[in-house]
């Protein structure tokens, strides 16, 4: 009786599901109501988590509860340590989850809600959470191993030195188009600077409060920087209205790359405790909260998305980012679908907490679905907005024009009706002088969230909700970037370390201060380029990031699919080479168009060609002409940085396929280096106490 | 009322300070005592101050932080 009525509400969750998916799919009215996106999310994840996780936990990883955990076996108590499952799943979502979910989602919806949406759904169930959750099993049974050391040890050196260069490369990128993100959400306006400034010294009290004030005392400093932030996004508003402290704030963008640049670096050699550390709490808390927050909110309101299923930029002529729907959606959204920097936490972080197998599927398969729903929710925040409003805000100046009569016109004569009076009164209610070309994502979706927010919890307070937004996303944004700044010095201390030892030891300070102003002018040099760039940098950046991360999951999958093949699994080799496989397909057509479309909003090298002639003809205007070598530069770098990563992508799968196949026809392959079985003694009421 | 929620609430408050660490010294501390028994430490256990600088360093040390 008990299992039918089980049976029964399956079926059920099944039905609403596939009503859902099918409602956003096939409706075409004026509007279309949020609550089906979040009814699709919950019913498609639970059904996957239930029935395909399960599976692939039982029968193609084999999970066995019975065997101690690297945690269990190699106790220290610092970092190899059995802990709650709940715990571990909190640690794991918030390492996971950063801002690319936020902003992935907003600049695809340029193409419609839906290939976004279907993208994020399928991708995730199917691809994310599966690399996430085998990626998880097997570093787990190899004592909490590194992505590119199984690379290394189980396909061979090559696969391991591509995941190792992968890593440091994607690292740049990532923290380069991030850091434009937050400079266009700050580029005048005094508000959103300063309360992003202020969030710098409340990190130091917090740090310093941890420190020395009350030494450990987590959640007491971590309530008071919560307030402090709160309190600096008021102040942000005053000194808005004040005329001499509203000039100290107010900056163009390339002034406010430099002091990115210079924040970066500092924080990369300042001491954890007393920046990193800090603002990662912060940020945790903040963005726990703030999406928690936002998915009450759009239950309560219920809010109507505006944007057309899908819009006429699916050909390839998008103004945020040129590239026609296929490959372009696919690499857009890397994070909340597939993302390939997870395996990286995956590996190493999580398998050293993890109390037993049991618990793999629910850290390693669940927490990648709630970043997916986390993205879903981006994107009803993004096409809540009127689509003109949202194409506004996104179009970068070079594309639609300078002057606000010229991008409305643009923008209106794509069908996508905005005015003048629209987007000043917008921008007044959120308290900034213009909303114009704010390209990258996060002002848009803090306009979507202050929207959803102002009508759930007060329309009056408009302008405090976006900047609290903006704040949201910068103090996160900006712990990746410290984060990723560090983590490229210690790749690349422990690369130069092999030339010359002395460069490889951490704590000694040349070394430190040598490499971490490397890491910095390589992110640095790409923001510098996004910023002066008139067409927004993104456009450039995001693709660039796209590939790189959805190469990373191939090597992910790669490392997983061969796995499977060495140890006797080819029927069910297919879990991890579907996806593989798909990530191949798409990131090699992306790089492809990248490289060789003789669009000059799709192609690198394109571009390039373009510009040079433009240069040489003198058909630039002087302020462009002066750049101009900088970016035909950039263009080509940018090319011959994408064929790198398709080359190394393609090196990585040829050496699967290479000890598969050897695998496959009896001939000796690299051993499998699991741990050996040991029978657990962990009381698991010890553990969930 | 209060005793309905009461264990309720004990029970987040727990789990809130596991997850942020705030009660990650108390729980080395008990770890230090457990294997004092099989042991025989030579040191004694950190000091508060000491273990969560070591904590704090260990865990930033690689990649914890994600797009």
């Known amino acids: 009786m008990n299992k039918t009525l089980q049976l029964l509400a399956w079926f059920a969750v099944a039905i609403v599901g596939a009503a ?63 802990t709650n499952k709940w715990v571990v799943f909190g640690h794991h979502f918030a390492a996971i989850a950063g801002p690319g979910p936020l902003v992935g989602p907003t600049l695809a919806a340029q193409f419609g809600y839906l290939p976004g949406t279907l993208w994020i759904l399928v991708g995730a169930v199917l691809g994310g959470a599966v690399q996430d959750m085998v990626t998880l099993f097997l570093s787990t049974r190899r004592n909490g191993r590194s992505l590119g050391q199984m690379a290394r040890e189980e396909l061979g050196p090559i696969g391991g030195f591509a995941a190792l260069v992968g890593t440091f490369t994607i690292m740049v990128i990532l923290i380069a188009v991030l850091g434009l993100v937050v400079v266009n959400a700050m580029k005048h306006s005094p508000w959103a600077t300063s309360t992003v400034a202020a969030t710098i010294p409340i990190a130091m009290i917090v740090g310093i409060y941890m420190r020395h004030f009350r030494p450990g005392r987590v959640l007491e400093a971590s309530v008071l920087g919560v307030v402090l932030l709160l309190l600096s996004v008021f102040g942000g508003g005053y000194i808005d209205q004040h005329a001499f402290l509203r000039g100290l704030f107010d900056h163009d963008g390339l002034s406010l790359a430099w002091w990115v640049i210079a924040y970066g670096f500092a924080a990369a050699i300042l001491p954890v405790w007393l920046l990193l550390a800090p603002r990662d709490y912060l940020s945790t808390f903040m963005k726990l909260g703030t999406i928690f927050l936002l998915a009450i909110a759009i239950i309560l309101l219920q809010p109507e998305v505006k944007m057309p299923a899908l819009t ?100 209106s004569s794509w069908g996508f009706p905005v005015t003048v009076e629209q987007m ?126 959805q190469m990373l999951a191939a090597i992910a999958l790669s490392v997983g699919t061969g796995i499977l093949i060495k140890s006797g699994r080819l029927k069910y080799a297919w879990v991890t080479a579907l996806p593989l496989s798909w990530l191949v397909l798409v990131t090699t057509s992306a790089a492809w168009e990248k490289i060789t479309s003789d669009d000059v909003r799709i192609g690198f090298l394109a571009a390039a060609n373009d510009m040079s002639a433009k240069l040489a003809a003198g058909l630039l205007p002087p302020d462009k002409a002066a750049v101009a070598p900088q970016l035909i530069f950039n263009q080509q770098l940018d090319a011959a940085l994408t064929l790198f990563f398709v080359v190394v992508l393609w090196i990585v799968i040829l050496d699967m396929l290479r000890v598969s196949y050897r695998s496959l026809s009896g001939k000796p392959v690299r051993p499998m280096i699991e741990a050996p079985y040991v029978q657990t003694q962990l009381d698991s009421a010890w553990v969930r106490d | 009322m209060l005793r309905f929620f009461r264990p309720a609430l004990n029970r987040t408050w727990r789990f809130l300070r596991q997850v942020s660490g705030d009660d990650a010294y108390e729980r080395y501390l008990r770890l230090y005592a457990a294997n004092q028994k099989k042991h025989r430490h030579q040191a004694p256990p950190l000091s508060r101050e000491a273990f969560f600088k070591a904590w704090q360093d260990e865990k930033w040390d690689g990649i914890k932080r994600c797009c």
């Open chain 1, 20 to 82: 859902a998916v099918g409602g956003i799919a096939l409706h075409r009215g004026e509007s279309i109501n949020a609550l089906w996106f979040i009814a699709a999310a919950v019913c498609i994840f639970a059904i996957a988590y239930r029935f395909y996780a399960a599976w692939i936990a039982a029968r193609v990883l084999v999970v066995d509860a019975s065997r101690a955990t690297p945690a269990e076996r190699l106790d220290n108590g610092r970092d190899y340590v059995p």
């Open chain 1, 312 to 411: 006429q930029f699916i050909d390839g002529t998008g103004p945020i980012f040129g590239g026609s729907l296929f490959p372009f959606v696919f690499i857009t959204i890397a994070c909340g679908a597939v993302s390939g920097f997870h395996a990286l936490i995956a590996s190493g972080t999580t398998p050293k907490l993890i109390a037993s197998e049991a618990d793999i599927r629910m850290i390693g398969y669940g927490a990648m679905l709630l970043e997916s729903f986390v993205a879903i929710m981006a994107m009803i925040a993004a096409t809540v907005l009127d689509p003109g409003v949202f194409f506004a805000i996104n179009s970068p100046a070079g594309l639609v024009g300078k002057e606000a009569a010229d991008a409305v016109a643009t923008i």
């Open chain 1, 424 to 549: 000043e009164i917008l921008a007044r209610q959120m308290g900034e002088a213009t909303l114009f070309a704010r390209t990258g994502g996060a002002p848009s979706l803090a306009v979507g969230m202050a929207s959803i927010f102002g009508s759930a919890f007060g329309q009056h307070l408009l302008a405090l909700w976006y900047h609290f937004a903006i704040m949201f996303e910068a103090i996160f944004i900006l712990t990746t970037l410290d984060a990723g700044t560090r983590v490229g010095r210690f790749m690349l201390q422990d690369m130069l370390g092999n030339f010359w030892p002395k460069l490889g030891q951490t704590s000694w300070y040349p070394s430190v201060l040598l490499t971490s102003a490397i890491v910095v002018a390589g992110w640095g040099y790409f923001l510098y380029i996004g910023v002066i760039d008139p067409n927004g940098g993104v456009n450039i950046l995001w693709p660039l990031f796209g590939i790189s991360n």
